[in-house]
Structures are given as structure tokens and as C-alpha cells.
């Protein structure tokens, strides 16, 4: 969808942790990316119930980060 954009956003670095939440395990999936987008890098962080929606909204967190 961003390359459809033609926002090239390549993902350098990919990462996610399940993150407990008062003593529950796996209660929310963090993903951490580290973006290009012309020569210029960004990291960004989400958090979300299931890691697809984790890691959508840090690419769009890194996308927003680097498109300004």
C-alpha cells in the first residue's frame, strides 16, 4: 500500500517481544522496526494484541516519522 503510494519504505530491522501486563502473559505483542526511506532511517515502536496489527502500525509509525 505505501509502495502503491510511492512511499518506498524499505525495513531494515525487524523485531518483536510478547510484553506481559500485571502478571498476564502475552498480553500484548511489541514490534520494533527500524525504516529507510531516502537515505534517511527511523526507529518505530508498536504495541497491539496480535503481532500483524503490531507490526502494521509501527511501519505507518516509521513512515509517518520519515515522509516529514
Given at each position: 500500500?505505501?509502495?502503491?503510494?510511492?512511499f518506498h519504505?524499505e525495513?531494515?530491522?525487524?523485531?518483536?517481544?510478547?510484553v506481559?501486563?500485571?502478571?498476564?502473559?502475552?498480553?500484548k505483542i511489541a514490534?520494533?522496526v527500524?525504516c529507510?526511506f531516502?537515505?534517511?532511517?527511523?526507529w518505530?515502536?508498536?504495541?497491539?494484541g496480535?503481532?500483524?496489527?503490531?507490526?502494521i502500525r509501527?511501519?505507518?509509525?516509521?513512515?509517518?516519522?520519515l515522509?516529514?
Amino acid at each position: 500500500m505505501l509502495y502503491d503510494a510511492g512511499f518506498h519504505i524499505e525495513i531494515l530491522n525487524f523485531h518483536q517481544q510478547t510484553v506481559s501486563e500485571n502478571g498476564i502473559h502475552a498480553a500484548k505483542i511489541a514490534t520494533f522496526v527500524l525504516c529507510e526511506f531516502d537515505g534517511r532511517r527511523a526507529w518505530s515502536m508498536a504495541m497491539d494484541g496480535d503481532g500483524t496489527s503490531s507490526s502494521i502500525r509501527a511501519v505507518i509509525g516509521a513512515a509517518n516519522m520519515l515522509h516529514g
